[in-house]
């Protein structure tokens, strides 16, 4: 196996959305750059310099569809919770299946390649407290499933080693299940609100569905791609000031993983 580099890294992943944004077009699947990769297409044009992955979302309606449909290239694949019980990810992936990558600090997933991350935007509902006791609730699914998948780590608290050890007995693929129970609970036509809360990193983010719509392109490592109608208002929801860069000791990648080829075309 040959060891992918963080420039060649960043070339397959484009590679991967290449193909998945095509897919998409050609298929009537929306989809939307997101997170830090829909943050550099505004502010970089391309990836957030000490960034090395990429988001995209889908409304749940898209998202379904997608996980289980088959594509149409075998050098790409979906992976995903409804299609593989022993998937430990509460969003799906398209992976690179000529490569391999190991991420540090989690348990082994065998098919997992290089990766982009494509997540679902699900429907909250208008209630203010019904959405709040929504998005609570699901926050604190996601972190039990993450401590049944972390594994075990030097000196930790006595509580801490007691929720991770409870959160293993119940097991990933339960969590797995009350997390996506509880993201399709609300209907996206008859709610005004939505969020990516499968993966959100802020406990109560939400905004108007009008601010997704049906999109429009901006530019991403030289090419066009699909982002929220009104992306400015979602990354202002998701970062603040997303036009200020960060102080330089913030400047760094948080993903820890090693990437190889195991098959290389000729």
Known sequence: ???????????????I???????????????????????????????IPWDDDIDIAMPRKDYDRFVHMCLDDSRYKILSYETDEKYI???AKVVDSYTKLKEWGTAE???????????????????????????KKVWHLRKMQAYSIIK?????????KLIKKIAKIVGSRRWLYLINNNLHKYDMDKESYCA???????RNICCNKNVFDTGRCTEFEGKMYNI?????????????????LPPENERVSHHKFEAYYIYEEE
Request: glycine share 8%.
């Open 196 to 202: 990516d809360i499968a993966s959100a990193l802020k």
């Open 1 to 15: 196996m040959r060891k992918i580099d963080i420039n060649e890294l960043k070339r397959v992943e484009i590679n």
């Open 89 to 91: 990810y509460s969003f």
């Open 17 to 47: 959305l290449d193909y998945v944004a095509d897919f998409c077009n050609k298929n009537g699947i929306t989809y939307y750059l997101d997170g830090g990769t829909l943050l550099g297409a505004i502010r970089h044009k391309g990836f």
């Open 228 to 244: 929220p109608n009104n992306a400015e208002e979602y990354l202002s929801e998701l970062y603040g000031d997303y036009m200020t």
């Open 109 to 135: 997933y065998e098919q997992l390649g290089v990766y982009i991350d494509v997540f679902p935007i699900d429907a909250l509902p208008d209630n203010e407290r019904k959405r709040r006791l929504l998005q």
């Open 152 to 160: 075990n780590r030097g000196y930790e608290k006595l509580y801490f």
